[in-house]
């Protein structure tokens, strides 16, 4: 019978070691990921602009100046439906687009996007969150993150008016349970008119369900033509 002996024993100590320093090491890094507000630029209720550190890019070509009315007529001109496997879109097709700001979400976030991009930084982007209460209780959110580089707009999108079911009773034992999306599926975001795209790009952060869909606009062609063609 083979003995275990203290070497084999060290190893699996170094080995159980080495595994324990990885997991702290993922664990921070992905707790470290969350942006940290540097500016706040507009906060009412649950509607929120603020600026933070880019974490992709120190290439930024702010402060720029926009409009609310050029901001507005730009989140107008983005589009979004809902993802549908092969077996749906054989027998319904795609899902409908929609605009992914009505106009009481541009009323809100326009003026303030526009001040963002005014104060923002190269090494900063703004980010934005639109929330409200449904008639059935729920909360309804979109967010996201916009920057400028060059003739480029980037406008980031995590989720698109998802519905979040009402906060727990406190009352009962689960009320430390987060606050999960009940109807958050994936979505394919664009922009119209498509020949002011440059690039849709789309992904999920590691380790988490976030969606992330980028659009980079240029963003200065697309105005041209906005205002020779009003959107609906």
Same mark, same amino acid.
């Given at each position: ?8 024993? *060290? ?6 070691? =080495? ?8 664990? &921070? ?9 540097? =500016? ?8 929120? %602009? ?6 992709? !890019? ?14 507005? #007529? ?17 027998? !319904?097709? +795609?899902?409908?687009? =929609?605009?992914?700001?009505?106009? +009481? ?14 104060? /923002? #930084? ?9 929330? $409200? ?9 979109? !967010?996201?993150?916009? #920057? ?9 999108? !995590?989720? %698109? ?26 979505? $394919?975001?664009?922009? +119209? ?8 790009? #789309? ?8 969606? *992330?869909? +980028? ?11 906005? &205002?020779? /063609?009003?959107?609906?």
């Amino acid at each position: 019978m083979r003995k275990w002996n203290g070497g084999n024993n *060290r190893n699996v100590t170094w080995f159980v070691r =080495t595994v324990l320093i990885l997991s702290i090491g993922l664990v &921070t890094g992905c707790a470290g990921a969350s942006a940290i507000p540097q =500016t706040v630029i507009y906060k009412s209720g649950l509607n929120r %602009v603020y600026l933070e550190k880019d974490p992709d !890019s120190v290439s930024n070509t702010h402060p720029v100046t926009l409009t609310p009315s050029e901001v507005g #007529s730009l989140l107008r001109g983005v589009r979004v439906w809902k993802q549908r496997n092969f077996v749906h879109r054989l027998y !319904s097709g +795609e899902a409908e687009r =929609t605009r992914a700001f009505r106009n +009481e979400e541009v009323t809100v976030l326009a003026p303030a996007l526009s001040k963002a991009l005014e104060l /923002t #930084s190269p090494d900063q982007r703004v980010y934005f969150h639109l929330g $409200h209460v449904t008639e059935y209780g729920e909360e309804e959110t979109t !967010s996201g993150w916009l #920057s400028i580089r060059g003739n480029l707009l980037y406008l980031t999108l !995590s989720e %698109v008016h998802d519905r979040h079911s009402p906060g727990p009773d406190i009352s009962k034992y689960d009320r430390q349970m987060p606050n999960v999306p009940e109807q958050a599926p994936g979505f $394919h975001v664009t922009f +119209e008119p498509e020949e002011h795209l440059y690039k849709a790009r #789309s992904g999920w952060r590691l380790f988490t369900l976030d969606q *992330r869909e +980028e659009l980079q606009i240029r963003y200065r062609e697309a105005l041209d033509a906005l &205002t020779k /063609t009003p959107q609906p």
